[in-house]
T-cell receptor
Framework: GAGVSQSPSNKVTEKGKDVELRCDPI?????LYWYRQRLGQGLEFLIY????????KSGLPSDRFSAERTGESVSTLTIQRTQQEDSAVYLC?????????????FGPGTRLTVL | SQKIEQNSEALNIQEGKTATLTCNYT??????LQWYRQDPGRGPVFLLL?????KEKRKERLKVTFDTTLKQSLFHITASQPADSATYLC?????????????FGQGTTLQVKP
């Protein structure tokens, strides 16, 4: 079946603009994660959704970052008033069920460049 | 704070040899550890999971060990091939409960030369 998809694949924006990144998880996956990956670095956890529970926003770096998810489907990550340090690849992953041991399936990421 | 370290230097080996990558962690006790492979421009792909009560896990040419005393995991690829060239990430649960939240290392790039 289809994997995790993300759009756009690349986004170039000017400092101060808002951007919206989209993630389509694998159908039936109740858990969804957003990560940020700066060049040459590991993945940095941003936010976690599980079903209809309140999201875990503990990784969001500032109040300029927010994310929403409708039920168990599409999620959007919004960055307001973008800064140059926001430039990174933003990765989305989904996971089946609530089991911590289940593997995460990643999308290809959105490469964000803030000029 | 929780910290995960992987060798940031690229590992270059000859085809057919065994590649060994290291993941060290400090300041907490994870319940499990995962290894992922990441190719340029792609998202990570899950390879193996090992739990805290398991010493070793194997999958085809891959072997992972987990030493909770040393706070270290070793990832081995035997009979390496040029197609194994990629960045390998280790990831540990953050210990906050049954959420599956992972903390990732920065990755080690493996280059297998023919």
């Amino acid at each position: 079946g289809a994997g995790v998809s993300q759009s756009p694949s690349n986004k170039v924006t000017e400092k101060g603009k808002d951007v919206e990144l989209r993630c389509d998880p694998i159908s039936g996956h109740t858990a969804l994660y957003w990560y940020r990956q700066r060049l040459g670095q590991g993945l940095e956890f941003l936010i976690y959704f599980q079903g209809n529970s309140a999201p875990d926003k503990s990784g969001l770096p500032s109040d300029r970052f927010s994310a929403e998810r409708t039920g168990e489907s599409v999620s959007t990550l919004t960055i307001q008033r973008t800064q140059q340090e926001d430039s990174a690849v933003y990765l989305c992953a989904s996971k089946e069920g609530v089991g911590a041991y289940n593997e995460q399936f990643f999308g290809p990421g959105t490469r964000l460049t803030v000029l | 704070s929780q910290k995960i370290e992987q060798n940031s230097e690229a590992l270059n080996i000859q085809e057919g040899k065994t590649a060994t990558l290291t993941c060290n962690y400090t300041n907490y006790s994870p319940a499990y550890l995962q290894w992922y492979r990441q190719d340029p421009g792609r998202g990570p792909v899950f390879l193996l999971l090992i739990r805290e009560n398991e010493k070793e896990k194997r999958k085809e040419r891959l072997k992972v060990t987990f030493d909770t005393t040393l706070k270290q995991s070793l990832f081995h690829i035997t009979a390496s091939q040029p197609a194994d060239s990629a960045t390998y990430l280790c990831a540990l649960d953050d210990g906050s409960g049954n959420t599956g939240k992972l903390i990732f290392g920065q990755g080690t790039t493996l280059q297998v030369k023919p």
